[in-house]
């Protein structure tokens, strides 16, 4: 592979003031209370559903994925052997993307250290590798990742990238990238280290099904933007604090209390076709991972209208949403337990409009 890559970049477009909404109203507040499933499950550190199955990712040497059925939360099997040879995956990540025949599922699957972004087959308990696309390990596309074609791989990027953009547009075939640029502004970025660039423009990224919409939330900024298939970000919600974003970050990042005064917003994001979930935390750097508190996930719909505001007395780190039984996995990660909490009122107090026919 080619280390000398083709540039294609650009800047999108300032939004208008209509493509911003701001969060003053936090939709229908509602109380969760989780029930303890699979107790017999040890280092998850990562959940998601496609489907009718879970997929509860492992911090393991061994076995990578665990599968179990929604129906009934079922064993089905293990996924992915850790290690270097041709059918060993490294550090997989699973963004959401995954298709069905009338045998098999296929998932794409972001093998990490490996610099390569795999098709994967299951059926029944055989698993296949049936394509496999090379990353240039330059870019360092390490975070989520999503195929629009075998001409372009979608997907944010890592802290070792040599410049950090929104989005990145990867061509396997002729090892050229498009950037798009459209990130907060912020003063004096110039002044931070890569580092320090990375942690403040860390995000989440998630595609709608049909691939026409991405939703992106950055950690560190009280904000969601939705963007289209080019990366260009067409609306926005703020949150109250800071208007969705800080002039403070650096001299935050400079001063003697280093980041802890710095905050943790939205650290979760997944999406359906009808809505947006995404974990808001809500905490300074001082108490990250140390004082464990209540959290939130916001739901809005493809509008960026705030539609609920889920609470959960649990400290999750992550979360899963299972359209086909109304309900949503969490993992409270310290705790070392995965919960589940009923949804099944969203069923039937809101008719979401299918944005899918006018967009």
Partial sequence: MLLSLTLILYKCPDLDHDAYVNRDFIGKSINLKGTQILDSVYGAIELNVFDTILLVRLKSNNTLFKLFSINNLSFISDLGVYGDGPDEWRAPRYCGQYCKTSTSYLIWINDIFKNRFILVELEGLNVKIIKEHQINPVLNMDRDLFYQDSNCL??????????????????????????SWDLPEIEDVYKLTRNEVFDIFFDHLRMKSDGSLFVSAFERFDRIDKMDRDGQVIKSMLGNERNGYSKSYISDFKTNDGMKN????????????????ALYLDQ????????PKPVEIHVFDWE????????INDYLICFAVDKNNSCVYGL????????????????????????????
Avoid at 157 to 176: E, H, T, V
Avoid at 265 to 274: F, G, N, V
Avoid at 284 to 291: G, K
Wanted: glycine share 2%; hydrophobic share 30%; aromatic share 20%.
């Fill in 154 to 179: 979608i997907g944010n990027q890592g802290m070792d990238a040599i410049q950090k953009a929104r989005l990145c547009f990867y061509n396997p075939i002729s090892d050229s990238i498009k950037y």
């Fill in 262 to 277: 710095l905050k943790y917003y939205y650290t979760w994001l997944q999406a359906t076709d009808k809505y947006i979930y």
């Fill in 284 to 291: 300074t750097d001082e108490y990250y991972n140390v004082a």
């Fill in 304 to 311: 960026l209208n705030s539609i609920y505001n889920l609470k």
């Fill in 332 to 359: 409270d990660y310290y705790n070392e337990k995965i919960l589940q909490y009923d949804i099944s009122f969203m069923d039937t107090e809101y008719i979401i409009p299918n944005y899918d026919s006018i967009e």
